[in-house]
């Protein structure tokens, strides 16, 4: 009996020390070391940078496309300054016969239109019923002249699209013997339409 006391003894203070010890350690600061963490990333050497974002490629016209043509300009102003530039070119050369040359190649190129030298040349399109009137930028030089460009002084009734065949046609055409200075000229011609045309 005494054996079984002593043991009961011996059993409660180890439950009673085991409590302490637990109580102690629950109410005690927590001095463990804990692993360190940080909200930004460690920087390394070997770190590669972060990708770029991919960019739009850009919208490029097929290779085989063909250029947009460039507006055209608006019809020029008889101005006294345009008049006086028109009858004084007029005073320095007379197509005549070279105007064949160019007929042929607007033939060639837009149809069955009329060309033909304009008969009060510093004012082309008094009196004229639809036809348009043109006027030619010349470069004369070396007895030839080329024709550099070409403006629209009236459009008439003429459709644009005529028009703008006949400026593409004559552009860089070149008169042979061409008597006179070396200058620039600008002579007025008119388009028209074959007779019996709507």
């Known amino acids: 009996m005494r054996r079984t006391v002593i043991l009961a003894l011996a059993g409660i203070a180890l439950i009673f020390g085991s409590s302490l010890m637990l109580i102690d350690r629950l109410t005690s600061a927590d001095t463990t070391p804990r692993p360190i963490i940080r909200s930004e990333p460690i920087e390394t050497e070997n770190r590669e940078p972060p990708p770029a974002p991919l960019a739009a490629a850009p919208l490029l016209p097929p290779v085989d496309a063909a250029p947009a043509p460039a507006p055209a300009p608006g019809p020029v ?4 300054a345009v008049s006086s530039r028109l009858a ?3 005073s320095q050369v007379d197509l005549g016969g070279r105007l064949e040359s160019l007929r042929a190649r607007v033939a060639a190129r837009c149809g069955s239109l009329g060309l033909r030298e304009a008969e009060d040349a510093a004012n082309p399109a008094q009196g004229l019923e639809g036809e ?7 470069h004369a030089e070396g007895g030839k002249a080329r024709v ?6 009236s459009q008439g009734t003429m459709r644009p699209t005529l028009t703008a065949c006949v400026q593409y046609a004559l552009r860089n055409q070149e008169l042979q013997r061409f008597e006179g200075r070396d200058e620039s000229l600008t002579i007025p011609v ?3 339409m074959p007779a019996g045309s709507p």
């Open 132 to 138: 348009a009137v043109l006027l030619l930028n010349l």
């Open 148 to 153: 550099t460009g070409s403006k629209i002084l």
């Open 190 to 192: 008119l388009i028209s």
């Open 88 to 90: 004084a070119s007029a």
């Open 77 to 80: 102003e008889l101005t006294p």
